[in-house]
């Protein structure tokens, strides 16, 4: 649905990123992240005929009882969530001798609970965005996604106290 110039439109990533480099994550995410999304009778209906879905692929304006709306759509929700994982994952590189990640004299890695944050807030925002796409689904009446009875996760998690 997304490579890694969709990626580019909405998140800063670097022109050096190669498409095999970055397509697992954005199949991860295609699979893992949007798919229990969207569920998969409309998930593979889209996949089939993405140009039947234009406008949810997409995004833009649409009317609903006389007034004109806009949503993001899917591109960007799956390219934020795509970023999410390469942001988390995408710094180890494998080599004969194991897992590393890559460094030089001139720049130091990021730290693992900054790339956790980063990801939670790409997820984060993924999902707001998926949000107004539901608003467009349900507005203009998706018949598949009526009948794929799946609901939004919630991203994140809940602090409760114990008495």
Known sequence: MIDRTEIAKHREISKSVREDKIGPY??????LDLKPLLGERLYNAISKAPLDHA???????????GETYDHPGLKKVLSIFAYARYVMFG????TA?????????????????HKRTLYTQNQNTATAYFEEV???MN???YALWRSS???????????????
């Open 26 to 31: 954005i199949e991860d995410a295609q699979r």
């Open 55 to 65: 406008l949810l692929l997409d995004g833009g304006e649409y009317t609903y009882n």
């Open 91 to 94: 710094s180890y590189t494998d």
């Open 97 to 113: 001798f194991g897992f590393v990640e890559k460094s030089n004299q001139d720049s130091k890695p990021v730290g693992d609970a």
């Open 134 to 136: 539901v608003l467009f």
């Open 139 to 141: 507005r203009k009446e």
């Open 149 to 163: 009875g799946c609901t939004p996760r919630r991203s994140g998690f809940n602090i409760s106290k114990i008495n």
